[in-house]
């Protein structure tokens, strides 16, 4: 393998690891957001999760775009990662992961700046990823010839599904959530016996449940 | 004018009272109307500016009595030097359900607080003053408010907005959504109320208290204002002290004072095991512990505890305190807002573990859960209600440790089963409840 197929490839290969990621990235978000929890893990860790694969994906993606930018066979300027329609190359399809890109630059800042900053601007910018991941979908897609076709393609398929299931979901679940009122006397309900029963052995098993 | 002159007793004044009572009445209970309010403290010394208290209250080292004892200068300043319209808020929507300062103060002196609230008002040059207060208080202070326009006194027209009975609504983002017409439910930080707060304009939020202790520096000066308390915090404050024989009052005292001076100069009946510091977000301290110790943070906060809003409660021998511990954690889970996670599903939790440990054959491993639990509800909240509520439970697992060895085989050391603390009833059910 030459060097010049090793940054090809490399970029390919980093570019199909970032979709996995940010789709991993955009369901746990969504875990996040609606306080769902994975089996065996408390609460806390699916926030933690959420937080280490974005900027895992970040790494990717960095990766992804400084091998295609150093990539002779075709000419990709390095302001292309950020500015859209800077190259000539595939001009539409890489404006897009430039956009995507630009927008989880946003995301990644304003989460880092999360304690300083206003949380309605935090939300609104976190809001994006809903835009994001979209453009960056359609970017795989559109610039990729591997994708188009075989199991790369299954995957991208797959990966489409799995976001639009969890959009779904959220919606659902934010549909049927008990108003704000009523949370903390449900919540209470779960822990504590009702009142009259005080049998020690029943208030047991509702805390061991 | 400068620092200096305002230690100098302002013209027209009566001359100052030094020694206690500062801000109560000199006759033990009765309210002071505008007439014996002016003969005894005079009109409040207008300085003519936005800008000049800030250097008294700095001077003298005046903190806020509402619990956070943050220095009230700083945030004076932070408002003063903002540009646009800004308010002012008096908070006295004591919303600690053992605490009566507030609704004493306002009862009792409230044309000294409408004093603090138009000199500080005057001081940050706001354009709207409100009065933030639990519906009981408001006959009290009407009067004073109309008394004051008959005289001529208030700068700035006053706005009385009612609180609901919840224990957040006094907080101060809380505050600002409820004046705002919504509901009482705190918001994240940033941005402080200091910076945008009602209406988006600079908003200062002031106890109530705190505005009537920045009215009699304004009169007398800082080096009046710190006669009485330690170098580092001044002054005087408000307690509301509860004995172990089940009686309660409202005391002005010293800052620095000695706890044992305050629960002696009640009349003796059961003596107190454990004294709860600081009120439903503090600490419990080992009657043991705490008899030595002074009333100011520097000494306390050695022990874990803080003043907070100045409630002290001595928890008598023949009551279980974790029984009146588990009773307290159920309310304060009851009344989280809801809005954040490790709140609204860590507190129902702590309050059933601590109510399972207050009961006789708890399972061994309830006291390690608890502890875990703290761990991972504590700073993750909007306000601190989750982190006071860890601290309070906290400090019950450590001090009535060796009543939970005697529940788990099976007894309980209180001969006395009623309910000792003050607490309310009544969950929120609806939005409507936190207007």
Not at chain 1, 94 to 108: C, E, R, T, Y
Not at chain 2, 227 to 232: P, Y
Not at chain 2, 334 to 362: K, T, W
Request: glycine fraction near 10%.
């Amino acid at each position: 393998m030459s060097g010049t197929t090793a940054f090809w490839y490399a970029s390919r290969a980093t570019g199909i690891v970032s979709l996995l990621l940010l789709t991993a990235v955009l369901v746990l978000g969504i875990l996040v957001n609606r306080q769902g929890r994975l089996p065996g893990l408390p609460r806390f860790a699916v926030t933690s999760l959420h937080r280490n694969i974005s900027l895992l994906a970040m790494a990717f993606i960095a990766v992804h775009v400084v091998t295609a930018v150093l990539d002779t066979y075709v000419n990709i300027p390095i302001l292309a990662g950020v500015v859209p329609f800077a190259s000539g190359y595939e001009r539409v399809w890489l404006a897009l992961g430039a956009v995507s890109f630009d927008i989880m630059l946003a995301m990644i800042i304003t989460s880092l700046l999360r304690g300083r900053l206003n949380r309605t601007l935090w939300r609104a910018v976190h809001l994006l990823a809903y835009l994001s991941w979209p453009v960056a979908f359609a970017h795989s897609i559109g610039s990729s010839r591997d994708l188009q076709h075989g199991w790369l393609l299954d995957l991208g398929i797959a990966c489409a599904l799995i976001v639009a299931a969890a959009a779904i979901w959220r919606l659902a679940h934010a549909a049927r959530q008990l108003p704000r009122a009523a949370r903390v006397a449900a919540i209470l309900a779960r822990y504590s016996p009702p009142a009259g029963t005080k049998g020690p052995g029943q208030a047991r098993e509702r805390i061991a449940r | 004018m400068t620092t200096t002159a305002m230690d100098e007793p302002a013209a027209g004044s009566a001359a100052p009272a030094n020694g206690l009572p500062r801000l109560l009445p000199l006759v033990p209970g009765v309210p002071e109307d505008l007439r014996a309010h002016l003969a005894r403290y005079g009109r409040p010394p207008y300085r003519g500016g936005p800008g000049l208290l800030i250097h008294g209250a700095e001077a003298a080292g005046l903190t806020g009595r509402g619990g956070a004892a943050f220095p009230v200068y700083r945030k004076l300043a932070i408002v003063a030097g903002a540009r646009g319209r800004k308010v002012i808020v008096a908070n006295g929507a004591e919303s600690e359900p053992a605490s009566r300062k507030d609704a004493l103060l306002l009862r009792v002196a409230p044309n000294l607080v409408l004093d603090g609230l138009q000199l500080a008002a005057e001081a940050i040059g706001a354009s709207e003053a409100r009065l933030y207060l639990h519906p009981g208080v408001s006959p009290e202070v009407l009067r004073a408010l109309s008394q004051r326009a008959a005289a001529g006194i208030d700068w700035l027209g006053v706005t009385i907005t009612e609180a609901p009975p919840r224990f957040l609504a006094g907080q101060e983002s809380a505050l600002v959504n409820r004046l705002g017409g919504g509901p009482a439910l705190p918001t994240f930080v940033p941005p402080r109320v200091s910076e945008r707060g009602l209406g988006g304009a600079p908003t200062l939020v002031q106890n109530v208290e705190t505005l009537a202790h920045l009215a009699l520096i304004a009169r007398y000066g800082p080096r009046w204002f710190r006669a009485l308390g330690t170098d580092t915090e001044p002054g005087s404050m408000l307690t509301t002290v509860h004995q172990a024989n089940g009686t309660s009052q409202v005391i002005e005292v010293e800052i620095g004072t000695p706890l044992r001076t305050l629960l002696a100069s009640q009349p003796q009946g059961a003596e107190a095991q454990a004294l709860l510091i600081g009120g439903y977000h503090g600490a419990w301290l080992p009657m043991a512990q705490a008899a030595p110790l002074t009333l100011d943070n520097a000494t306390l906060s050695q022990r874990g505890a803080a003043i907070g809003a100045g409630v002290i409660a001595a928890l008598p021998a023949d009551r279980c305190g974790l029984v009146e511990a588990a009773r307290v954690a159920r309310y304060l889970a009851v009344e989280s807002a809801g809005q954040c996670g490790p709140c609204l599903n860590g507190l129902p939790r702590m309050a059933a573990g601590l109510a399972e440990l207050a009961r006789r054959g708890h399972r061994r491993q309830v006291r390690a859960d608890l502890e875990r639990w703290a761990g991972l509800v504590t700073g993750r909240g909007a306000c601190n209600h989750p982190d006071g509520t860890v601290r309070f439970v906290a400090s019950a697992l450590t001090v009535f440790a060796p009543e939970i060895a005697v529940h788990a085989r099976g007894h309980c050391s209180a001969t006395n089963r009623r309910p000792f603390l003050l607490l309310p009833d009544g969950m929120p059910t609806t939005e409507d409840d936190w207007i």
